[in-house]
């Protein structure tokens, strides 16, 4: 009989603290905690993330083992995110996977935190066909990825400066809104007009290459001048503000990935990272597939955040090749696919 392999895979790049357990391919259990302490911060304090992290692994890890009802006695490898991220972070998740491999006399797996993010598609069906192209947007990163196979990517594209996750977050600061500011962004929008106002579209040197600083200059400015008109501007405008914020980042998103269809004539679109949460971006998203005749990918929003459930599917194609690491590896915050 064929012997199973049962993986758990934690995740602690950045400011949530997930453990998931994969068998043969089907995750079973995905437990994620949120990090509340850098709500009013405007954005993730490493050291309190690190703490925090401490506080969460041990409860993430046995909530995970006992919603799939695996014992850790039955697991075939730990896998754990190696990078990028924070360092102290990633140093929670890499030294409790190789204290626990260790103590269990059982292999690690190191998965890179990107790659998981693409190959989230792989959790649910439908799952793409090779080749496609990934946008991976999340609050550190914003790339167009070739995926080749499920191991054998290209990052095509990518952020110059600040990812598309940034650009929300950045903004929601400027309007005293609390942090993570990607959703709330998201739930203002919904109820404003996306062309109410325009923001600049700054573009890179390379056409599928982004940059965001400049928009969020462009914002910066635009507030700063109608502050000055009328002080209760942004009260009297939010949702219009957030609603045409929003238009413009998926704007210059969707851009920059229709090029990158066209020039690698590839029809599998998909979408991955935190960003991809967006409700703007999905609709965008799926009206651009219907004109262009793309099969387009999104993931449950369970897998569009960071969570393990991601790292266990990645981990799982490593062990199916032998792809194990050595108990002496370091996590790297940063880390080219
Ligand atoms: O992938 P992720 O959880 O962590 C990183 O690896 O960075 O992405 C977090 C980012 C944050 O910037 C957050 O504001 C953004 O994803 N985000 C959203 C939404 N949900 C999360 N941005 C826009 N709309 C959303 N619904
Ligand atoms: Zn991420």
Redesign the pocket.
């Known amino acids: 009989m064929k012997q199973s392999v049962t993986i758990l895979a934690i995740e602690s790049?950045?400011d949530?603290t997930s453990a998931a357990i994969l068998r043969d391919g089907e995750v079973l259990s995905n437990i994620t905690a949120n990090q509340e302490v850098h709500r009013d911060y405007g954005g993730v304090v490493p050291e309190l993330a690190s703490r925090a992290h401490q506080q969460h692994i041990v409860p993430v890890v046995s909530k995970a083992l006992k919603k799939a009802g695996v014992s850790k006695h039955d697991l075939s490898a730990v896998a754990f995110t190696l990078g990028p991220g924070l360092i102290g972070s990633l140093l929670v998740g890499v030294s409790f996977g190789k204290g626990l491999a260790l103590s269990l006399n059982i292999p690690i797996i190191t998965v890179h935190?990107m790659k998981a993010?693409v190959l989230a598609h792989f959790i649910d069906e439908p799952k793409p066909s090779f080749p496609f192209l990934c946008l991976t947007v999340?609050?550190?990163h914003t790339q167009i990825v070739l995926v080749k196979d499920h191991l054998d990517m290209e990052v095509v594209g990518e952020t110059i400066d600040d990812a598309a996750?940034?650009a929300?977050?950045k903004t929601a600061k400027m309007l005293s809104l609390s942090y993570?500011?990607?959703?709330i962004?998201?739930k203002l929008a919904k109820e404003g007009n996306p062309l109410a106002f325009k923001f600049a579209e700054p573009k890179a040197h390379q056409p599928l290459d982004f940059s965001f600083s400049g928009l969020k200059t462009s914002i910066l400015y635009n507030l700063r001048k109608e502050k000055e008109k009328d002080p209760d501007f942004v009260t009297k405008n939010l949702p219009d503000i957030c609603a045409s914020v929003q238009h413009t980042i998926i704007k210059i998103l969707m851009k920059r990935l229709t090029l990158a269809a066209k020039q690698y004539d590839i029809n599998d679109i998909a979408i991955a990272?935190?960003?991809s949460?967006?409700?703007g971006l999905r609709k965008t998203l799926m009206e651009a597939g219907e004109k262009h005749g793309w099969k387009v990918y999104i993931p449950q929003f369970q897998y569009c955040?960071?969570n393990a459930g991601m790292i266990a599917m990645t981990a799982y194609y490593q062990y199916l090749k032998g792809d194990f690491a050595s108990f002496d590896v370091a996590p790297k915050s940063r880390f080219k696919i």
């Open positions: 790049s950045c949530d935190h993010h999340s609050g550190g996750g940034e929300f977050d993570p500011g990607g959703p962004i998201d990272g935190g960003v949460a967006n409700s955040t960071d």
